[in-house]
């Protein structure tokens, strides 16, 4: 089945405790996407790849690192997790670029104590 | 200045009545333009997408949505509600003037279908 998988679905941790949150397409997906939602505010990007070893900030990247060093995985790394990074994240990849339509994971829920 | 912008973070409609879920973009250059549709604890899918080859589009599950430039509008309706459409919407747009290679999304709009 073509999909986007991420993992863990929910995470509960603490301040300072270095986390990664896995993406992974089966799709062979050039473009791949990190994106936050938070009530009231939609969805915001924070990362994307256009490509293997081709990343770039998105609209809010402070404090998240990604790699794509495969084409079909793309982790989201936080170093040093702080509560306002508590939120609803999910992955998205897109056949060609960012312009064709985007298949979503289905989201890690993290809270940071 | 907000990119996108959803008019109504709620709408409630009652089963068989129209769907109006409102969504304005600012740009000077006609975007790419899509809705996308999440239920409940899943992923967003895509409902439907404008890349100008018609203004009218249809999607999925009886929804449509039409692209007026006059008014920089996407807005997406559906004739009949259906219990199952409760979900929130957000309109997302690629704004071709501003280099981003990413989607802006709205705030989201919350759909709601009385019995």
């Known amino acids: 089945e073509a999909q986007v998988t991420q993992n863990p679905r929910y995470l509960i941790t603490v301040t300072g405790k270095k986390l990664t949150v896995t993406c992974s397409q089966n799709?062979?997906?050039?473009?791949m996407s990190w994106y936050r939602q938070d009530p009231g505010l939609g969805l915001r990007q924070i990362y994307y790849?256009?490509?293997?070893?081709?990343?770039d900030k998105g609209d809010v990247p402070e404090g998240y690192k990604v790699s794509r060093k495969e084409k079909r995985n793309f982790p989201l790394i936080l170093e040093s997790p702080s509560p306002n990074q508590t939120s609803l994240y999910f992955c998205?990849?897109?056949?060609?670029?960012?312009?064709?339509?985007?298949?979503f994971g289905p989201g890690t829920r993290l809270t940071v104590l | 200045a907000q990119s996108v912008t959803q008019l109504g973070s709620h709408v409630s409609v009652s089963e068989g009545a129209l769907v109006l879920l409102r969504c304005n973009y600012s740009?000077?250059?006609?975007?790419?333009l899509f809705w996308y549709v999440q239920y409940p604890n899943q992923g967003l899918q895509l409902l439907l997408k404008?890349?100008?080859?018609?203004?009218l589009v249809k999607g999925i599950n009886g929804f449509e949505a039409e692209f007026k430039k006059s008014e920089t509008s996407f807005h997406l309706t559906k004739p009949s509600a259906h219990m199952s459409d409760a979900a929130e919407y957000f309109c997302?747009?690629?704004?071709?003037?501003?280099?981003?290679?990413?989607?802006?999304f709205g705030s989201g709009t919350r759909l709601q279908v009385q019995p």
């Open positions: 998205a990849s897109s056949p060609r670029g960012f312009t064709d339509t985007q298949y």
């Open positions: 799709m062979n997906h050039e473009y």
């Open positions: 790849s256009m490509n293997v070893e081709v990343t």
């Open positions: 740009s000077s250059v006609p975007p790419y």
């Open positions: 404008y890349t100008s080859a018609a203004t």
């Open positions: 997302a747009v690629i704004l071709m003037d501003t280099g981003r290679r990413a989607l802006t």
